[in-house]
């Protein structure tokens, strides 16, 4: 293997690790409300470029960086999209329940066990 195809190694094993820390940021958090989902739909679809780029080429190594880094983006948006749905669920019961806003604790929780049992 020489010093060039280590180097790019290197950098493919970087790229794909950048990702990480921001999808257990996400996990962590329940929430992807502070990134861009035209961001994360940009990335996706420039990785999926590359893929098939590199699919056609038979470049290896740009074929499995760019595919982790694709799977990687899709993981991102479908966090996103939930996060998003589970928000726009949140102001919709905010808006329809704006008496909750002057509630005490006690009478917030009592509200929200209240609401849980209903679902179930």
């Keep these: 293997m020489s010093f ?3 180097l790019s190694w290197i950098a493919s094993i970087s790229l794909v690790s ?5 999808i257990i940021r996400i996990a962590q958090r329940r929430s992807a409300k502070d990134v861009s ?9 420039g990785n999926g ?6 699919a056609l ?3 290896v190594q740009l074929l499995v960086t760019n595919t982790l880094l694709c799977s990687f983006g899709w ?3 479908i966090l996103k999209t939930i996060s998003s749905y589970k928000y726009k ?5 905010i808006h329809n329940n704006e008496h909750i806003l002057n509630l005490n604790e006690e009478d917030l929780i009592n509200l929200i066990n ?6 179930k």
Excluded: G, H
């Design 4 to 6: 060039n195809d280590i």
């Design 57 to 59: 080429i038979n470049y």
């Design 18 to 22: 950048s990702l990480i820390p921001q």
């Design 89 to 93: 669920k949140y102001l919709n019961f």
């Design 75 to 77: 993981i991102l948006l």
């Design 114 to 119: 209240k609401s849980s049992k209903e679902k």
């Design 49 to 54: 470029i590359w893929v098939v780029y590199a």
């Design 37 to 45: 989902l035209i961001t994360i739909l940009f990335f996706v679809i």
